[in-house]
């Protein structure tokens, strides 16, 4: 599993950045995709997450500012995020959680994830 994260960088409170991940070396149709974010002297959080039926979950931090989006041709999935603020800072990264009979469902993309990349810094400047 490859996912590559780009996107990121230094943007003014009320900015927008769109972040894209680039996943290779899986079944596509077995996996939801997601973005978890990491910022010094918090816990990690699940941002937003859709799965390959277009099933999409965002934190309610995130509502209503940021989207998810995914080009399936591609293997693409951005995240665009509007209205950003400094508490958005931190090292976003692209993960993917099996789900399916057995594995875990769309309804933990939020909680866990199986596989991630190394992650993309956005810092908001107030």
């Known amino acids: 599993v490859q996912l590559v994260e780009s996107g990121g960088g230094l943007v003014q409170a009320g900015g927008s950045l769109r972040l894209s991940c680039a996943a290779s070396?899986?079944?596509?149709?077995?996996?939801?995709m997601a973005w978890f974010r990491k910022a010094p002297g918090k816990d990690r959080e699940g941002v937003s997450c859709?799965?390959?039926?277009?099933?999409?979950l965002y934190a309610d931090s995130v509502k209503g500012r940021f989207t998810i989006s995914s080009d399936n041709a591609k293997n693409i999935v951005y995240l665009q995020m509007n209205n950003l603020k400094p508490e958005d800072t931190a090292l976003y990264y692209c993960?993917?959680?099996?789900?399916?009979?057995?594995?875990?469902?769309?309804?933990?993309?939020?909680?866990?994830?199986?596989?991630w990349g190394q992650g993309t810094q956005v810092t908001v400047s107030s």
């Open positions: 859709i799965s390959p039926d277009g099933i999409i």
């Open positions: 070396g899986f079944f596509f149709d077995d996996y939801v």
């Open positions: 993960v993917v959680l099996r789900t399916g009979e057995g594995y875990s469902t769309v309804h933990d993309c939020l909680d866990e994830y199986d596989y």
